[in-house]
């Protein structure tokens, strides 16, 4: 998705100059607010997978411990923790909707090997997504309405209302 929007603006953006702009911030931030660990949690999830927990975990941490003494009760951390629950479920499943269809592209992150939640779709309410381990969960509930359509990586299934799909996450190309 970044992709296709820089070259909309008429630049390439490729793996190495991506890489290479993360390695650059990462040197550079002071983490001076605890949205900070959120940005770069959602930023290393797509680009430095195995890194990405350690800021999630801190954005999450300083959420529900209220690290800045108060703030949390007043509601200024509303904000971080929404956040911090919109990186949990669309940056870490990659969830997407385009194209008529619920497109997943999930982080492995060990850490955190599974987490449930629901969303509404397409006159849907309650669709479950669910990570097992590797694998993304879509529950659709039984309703009269249209079923889903769910891609992930190069393929598409459709989950019917009333029916459970899990999907295996292809293995990184090794190189």
Do not use: K, N
Not at 20 to 29: H, N, Q, S
Not at 41 to 69: C, F, K, N, P, T
Not at 105 to 129: C, E, K, N, Q
């Amino acid at each position: 998705m970044l992709q296709a929007l820089f070259r909309r603006l008429g630049y390439e953006l490729d793996d190495g100059v991506w890489r290479g702009t993360v390695d650059y911030y990462l040197r550079r931030t002071s983490h001076g607010s605890t949205l900070s660990e959120l940005v770069h949690g959602l930023v290393l999830a797509r680009a430095r997978r195995a890194e990405a927990w350690s800021y999630v975990h801190e954005a999450l941490e300083a959420d529900i411990d209220d690290i800045q003494g108060g703030t949390t009760g007043e509601g200024i951390h509303l904000g971080a923790m929404a956040g911090t629950l919109d990186l949990v479920q669309h940056g870490l499943t990659g969830l997407e909707t385009r194209e008529d269809a619920l497109w997943l592209d999930p982080v492995p992150l060990p850490a955190l090997s599974g987490y449930p939640f629901t969303l509404r779709y397409r006159g849907h309410s309650g669709i479950g997504v669910r990570r097992r381990g590797d694998q993304p969960e879509i529950s659709v509930p039984d309703s009269e309405e249209s079923p889903v359509r769910v891609v992930l990586a190069d393929r598409a299934v459709t989950v019917a209302p009333g029916e459970t799909c899990s999907l295996v996450v292809p293995s990184a190309p090794s190189g």
